[in-house]
Each structure stands twice: as C-alpha cells, then as structure tokens.
C-alpha cells in the first residue's frame, strides 16, 4: 500500500509545499495538512487491502497529540502575554513610588549640576591591569580622560570621582554628560565594563516605549534601573 501511495501523498505535499510559500514559509504541518494528508491516504487506499485498525489507531493518535501540543502552545503564548500585561501593569502603578529614590543605572548618561562631584561607577567582569575613563560632553566631544587609580582595578563594582573639571582644570557647565571606561588585562587585551550611574529619581515619564525614568536632566529605560536605594 505504501508503494501505491507514495506518488499521491509526494503530490500532496507539493501542492502544500506551494501553498505555503505563496502564504507563509514553514517546514512544519499544521493539524489542517495532517488532516488533508488522512483523508487522501483514506481515499486512495486499496479496497481490497485497506490500512489495519492499528495503522489508523496510531496515525490518529499522532494527530491527537499535535493537536495536543499546539493547544498548549497557544496556551502558554497567551498566558506569556497575560503575565507581561500585567507586570506592566504593575510596574506602572507603582512606579510613582519610586519618586524620590537613590537608583543605580545601567547607564553611561549622567547629569552634571555645574558644582557638585559626580561619582563614576563600573562594573568589570575580570580584573584589569590599567583602566581609564573618557568623560564626554553631550555632543561627543572628549572633556577629560581620568586615569583610574590600582585600588579601582579590581573585579566587580568600582567607581572613580569627577570633579567636573576639563582637562585644563576648569570647570565644566552643568548639562548631560557620558562616560565610557576602557580596560584592559596584563595581556593588553580589552575588559568591557559595564557603566553604572547613581542619581535621585525625580520624575517618570509614560512613552510608547515603555516607562521612563527622570532623573534631572536625564531620561532612561526603567529597565536599566539595577539598585534602588
């Protein structure tokens, strides 16, 4: 029976073959083409010897369980899309809360009010040899390399001091900065470090991106909030 079915059933899955290219290209079957696929072996199959009851039982209990499977796909993807409905939910009603807070960022952006020290902070996976770390104005510009001290070498989180002073000593105006630290290991190869910022939370803002964190002069992702404080 196999022998004689085979050119129907190769036809078959062409014309699915073609169907789907022209729709939406997959290499899977879906319970509809199981189905196509059942009924034509049903209809093409030798009267005088037809498929056995076990064949049948089995081939149904395959689609059984796809049916199975893709029910509980559907399942799990909408529940997936409750539980992020409602952690935004959550997140949005109690993020005027967070007003007022000290926040550790992942971030590089940071504000500078004109007078007071900024304290830099980074994370390192390793341990690096030499570091430094380039101060940069909100148009790009390098304002002041600072050479990172042994003690803030170490692995984990460290943190260096800007005075807000420009390479010639002079202090720099308030207004939106960056940093970037570049480390290396005592084979010179480069360490990537992770920026952290610390500021007060001074509003949030609601965007169709998703929830905003204020703070100063700055706006950021809450999703690069790391501490609260």
């Not at 009924?39 to 081939?59: D, G, K």
């Not at 360490?191 to 952290?196: E, G, K, N, T, Y």
């Not at 001074?202 to 100063?216: C, E, N, P, Q, S």
């Amino acid at each position: 029976m196999a022998q004689t079915l085979s050119p129907l059933t190769q036809q078959l899955f062409d014309a699915l073959s073609l169907q789907r290219t022209e729709k939406q290209p997959t290499k899977q079957l879906g319970k509809e083409d199981f189905l196509k696929l059942l009924t034509l072996q049903l209809r093409s199959q030798n009267p005088l010897n037809p498929a056995s009851n076990q064949e049948m039982a089995a081939q149904l209990a395959q689609f059984s369980a796809l049916e199975q499977m893709q029910n509980i796909s559907a399942t799990l993807d909408k529940l997936l899309q409750s539980n992020a409905t409602l952690a935004l939910s959550l997140a949005q009603y109690s993020a005027p809360a967070l007003i007022g807070r000290t926040a550790v960022l992942g971030t590089s952006q940071f504000a500078f009010d004109g007078n007071t020290s900024v304290m830099l902070g980074y994370e390192l996976p390793s341990a690096a040899t030499k570091a430094m770390v380039e101060i940069r104005s909100a148009d790009g510009a390098v304002v002041r390399v600072i050479e990172v001290p042994a003690s803030a070498l170490r692995q984990g989180v460290n943190a260096v001091e800007w005075d807000g002073k420009d390479a010639r000593g002079n202090r720099v105006p308030a207004g939106t900065y960056s940093f970037v630290v570049r480390a290396t290991d005592n084979k010179d190869a480069p360490i990537s470090a992770v920026p952290r910022v610390e500021g007060t939370i001074t509003g949030i803002r609601y965007t169709d991106a998703g929830l905003v964190l204020v703070l100063g002069s700055i706006e950021v992702p809450i999703g690069t909030l790391v501490e609260l404080r």
